[in-house]
């Protein structure tokens, strides 16, 4: 009875596995670069300065505060975004226009130099936003089907963790098994290592993933109480998020108060360089609103805000915590899956379990075909699994490394640069996957994993050839956001380059024999204790 | 003080993982008496709920039960993938890690 429970679960978590998996790896890769979004942003952007001294938050605001005055006096909305360490570098501004005479709205965000306030040119590019934006929104899609196609797979992630713990009967026994060399068992091996030492992020990760979307997923909940149709959606959306102290445009124009003074008062409350974002609502306007919030310092902290009436200057809220229970579980999980409140220890933590959930994925995609092969020989579901396969393991990394490529090979005034960027890495994706169904299997994998290395690790010497921000640079100027990336690449090239290499040795090795060995050692191995 | 408790939790799961019977073997040629194994799981434990206490020395409660958990993961990944290819090394790190974490802290007051 008890096994055929585990054994109808370890079915599940087979197909539930390997129905999502590509999308899976595309994701957890994806997504874990976001941890790192602003270096790699940094990185991209050669042209920003290294980080100058250090400016006073007043003297930052005024400078982000003229230069909306100028370019967006009719505006809808403004937020601006005084440099505050590692999430926000570099004072950032941001503006949504009026409605035009045809209706038409603008957004736009500058980043501006914390001594002049003029904007900070540099290469059009996507940077590390748009690379952690696809592990959501993925690419070429209508958000909203991206979110569907994003939920059902980390569904999916939910129940292959869930079924994968009932499957896996030795989880103690053999919490610190890795057997190299041993065939398939040392990928079921590192597959359960990968897996059961990052359990409390990869369910972290992947319940919270689920919530972010919930009302999407879910919208029955929201139509049970307050009626179907986009107006009542919108009524409990207001109703949920909204703020208190918000205002409606009132229509009649007024001076904005003084934005020092705000300011003044909300670091005397916080401390200085607490001060994540200013958000002016309606600004000229009678009905001003003037929104702080704090920096994520703790999971549950996001909820700490000021609200100024912008006109007359007082302070109309201060609102310490979420207003409810579940919305500060919500945020909560939120925030945990952000990791925004991490410091560079705790980043590394988070980087170093998505990196562990990635393999995890990639070794559960590798596992499903060895099986295969092993249970059934070959048939065309399992070749096409076996290629998507080496494309995707082996060729989205590559992939991924292209797109830095392109970052410093793409000529900078090339028109929609910042989007040629992207279709580099999904041509160099769609090209690998070509490539894996052309070659025999074996040599696809070593060919793929190598070049994959290879990208990685000449990426530092490309940035040395087009850039004076090299590690030769970076290192004595102690620039470490600069020089982990290179550094990190480096030490991505490296274990690529193992993997390919231990995979050609073994493939010169007489086939027969090397098949013999794996076997006698999958039946004959001393740990097989009984369950 | 992250060193540290990395390298506490670093030790404790070494300890933890001596204890059973197919890694003593791999490390020490035999297996583990009943009673050295006991009390091998007990130092590990208190060696784990030790990098807890210096997480939440250094870091507010929240964000040390997660830095914890994140050093956990990381302390085991080590362990996991040193053992099969550098056994002696895996365990020597388990002493000399803390040590030195905690001389650095010292030395840095």
């Known amino acids: 009875m008890k096994d055929a429970f585990r054994q109808s679960m370890a079915w599940v978590h087979t197909w539930a596995g390997i129905l999502a998996g590509t999308v899976l790896y595309f994701m957890f890769l994806t997504g874990t670069a976001g941890y790192f979004d602003t270096e790699i942003g940094y990185w991209m952007r050669p042209e920003v300065p290294p980080r100058a001294a250090e400016v006073p938050t007043a003297q930052a605001v005024a400078l982000g505060l003229r230069r909306l005055e100028a370019q967006a ?11 505050s ?19 038409n709205v603008t957004s736009r965000s500058e980043v501006l130099d914390r001594v002049t306030g003029a904007p900070l040119a540099a290469r059009a590019t996507g940077g590390g936003e748009t690379l952690y934006q696809m592990h959501y929104l993925l690419r070429y899609l209508p958000s909203r089907t991206a979110y569907w196609i994003v939920g059902l797979c980390t569904m999916l992630m939910l129940v292959a963790i869930v079924t994968g713990v009932i499957t896996h009967k030795r989880i103690f026994r053999d919490f610190f098994t890795f057997r190299p060399g041993k065939g398939q068992r040392s990928w079921l091996d590192a597959h359960n290592v990968l897996s059961v030492l990052a359990l409390p992020f990869h369910l972290m990760i992947t319940y919270s993933g689920l919530v972010f979307f919930c009302f999407t997923y879910m919208p029955l909940i929201v139509s049970a109480a307050y009626g179907a149709g986009e107006a009542n959606r919108q009524a409990f959306f207001d109703e949920v998020f909204r703020r208190p102290g918000s205002a409606e445009r009132a229509g009649v124009a007024a001076p904005l108060a003084s934005l020092a003074d705000m300011t003044a008062e909300a670091e005397r409350r916080w401390g200085s360089g607490q001060i994540r974002s200013i958000d002016v609502r309606h600004p000229g306007d009678a009905n001003a609103r003037v929104t702080f919030t704090r920096a994520h310092v703790t999971p549950t902290s996001n909820g700490d805000r000021l609200t100024f009436d912008g006109v007359s200057g007082r302070l109309l809220e201060e609102s310490l915590a979420p207003p409810s229970g579940p919305m500060l579980v919500n945020d909560t999980l939120l925030s945990l899956h952000e990791g925004l409140f991490a410091g560079p220890v705790l980043r590394w ?13 990639g070794t559960g995609l590798v596992l499903w075909t060895a099986k295969r092969r092993k249970q059934r020989g070959a048939h065309p579901g399992l070749a096409l699994v076996e290629r998507l396969n080496v494309g995707t393991v082996a060729g989205l990394p590559a992939a991924v490394a292209a797109y830095f490529w392109a970052n410093r090979l793409l000529p900078t005034d090339l028109a929609a640069r910042a989007a040629w960027e992207v279709h580099v890495l999904f041509i160099v994706w769609a090209a690998l996957l070509a490539w894996a169904a052309l070659r025999p299997l074996r040599r696809a994998w070593i060919e793929e994993l190598t070049l994959a290395a290879a990208l990685c690790a000449l990426l530092p010497v490309l940035n040395a050839l087009t850039t004076d921000r090299h590690l030769g ?31 050609a040795r073994r493939t010169h090795a007489p086939e027969g024999a090397a098949a013999a060995q794996s076997d006698g050692e999958a039946r004959g191995t001393p740990s097989a204790e009984p369950a | 003080m992250s060193a540290l408790a990395l390298t506490l939790a670093y030790a404790g799961f070494t300890a933890v993982c001596l204890a059973m019977e197919r890694h003593h073997r791999q490390l020490l040629g035999r297996p583990p008496a009943r009673r050295t194994a006991t009390s091998l799981r007990a130092t590990g434990f208190v060696l784990l709920g030790l990098a807890l206490a210096a997480c939440l020395l250094t870091y507010d409660g929240s964000v040390g039960v ?44």
């Open chain 1, 73 to 83: 006096p009719n505006a809808e909305r403004w937020i601006l975004y005084p440099p």
């Open chain 1, 85 to 103: 360490g590692r999430d926000v570098p570099e004072l950032t501004v941001f503006w949504r226009t009026l409605p035009d005479a045809d209706g």
């Open chain 1, 349 to 361: 933590l988070y980087f170093l379990s998505g990196l562990a959930g990635t393999a995890m994925v």
């Open chain 1, 473 to 503: 640079a970076s290192l004595p100027a102690g620039d470490w956001a600069l020089a982990g990336f290179d550094l990190a690449m480096l030490g991505f090239g490296a274990t690529l380059g193992a993997v390919a290499y231990r995979l």
């Open chain 2, 66 to 109: 997660i830095l914890w958990l994140g050093l956990l993961t990381a302390a085991g990944l080590a362990l996991v993938f040193l053992l099969p290819y550098a056994p002696r090394l895996a365990a020597g790190l388990a002493v000399g890690g803390p040590v030195a974490a905690a001389l650095a802290a010292w030395a840095a007051g």
